[in-house]
Nanobody, 116 residues
Framework: VHLVESGGGSVESGGSLNLSCTAS????????MSWVRQAPGKGRELVSA????????YYADSVKGRFTVSRDNAVNTLSLQMNNLKSEDTAVYYC??????????WGQGTQVTVSS
């Protein structure tokens, strides 16, 4: 099982980034996917989640209206378009795949740094 995040980087406040998570080794379309971030010195925060067929989507209040999550089951890819980035969005962003209680996979994370 592999989850590989990409697209992180350093941007100025107000800028945009598009994160991607490419999955392999499991049936991507059977897993709910989410983006979780961890800022320095803080715990992990659920940023956004999307159901298997994209019918259900969740956003943390802190990113509503700025972030858009999507998935393409045909190419095993999860995306997070992040607009109007703020310094408080600075964190390591992780991709998570979950199906039931025993199938829970994580990527290695990608750093997002927003300077004000």
């Amino acid at each position: 099982v592999h989850l590989v995040e990409s697209g992180g980087g350093s941007v100025e406040s107000g800028g945009s980034l598009n994160l991607s998570c490419t999955a392999s080794g499991f049936t991507f379309g059977h897993y709910a996917m989410s983006w979780v971030r961890q800022a320095p010195g803080k715990g992990r925060e659920l940023v956004s989640a999307i159901s298997t067929g994209s019918s259900k989507i969740y956003y943390a209040d802190s990113v509503k209206g700025r972030f858009t999550v999507s998935r393409d089951n045909a190419v095993n890819t999860l995306s997070l378009q992040m607009n109007n980035l703020k310094s408080e969005d600075t964190a390591v962003y992780y991709c998570n795949a979950r199906a039931g209680h025993s199938n829970d996979y994580w990527g290695q994370g990608t750093q997002v740094t927003v300077s004000s």
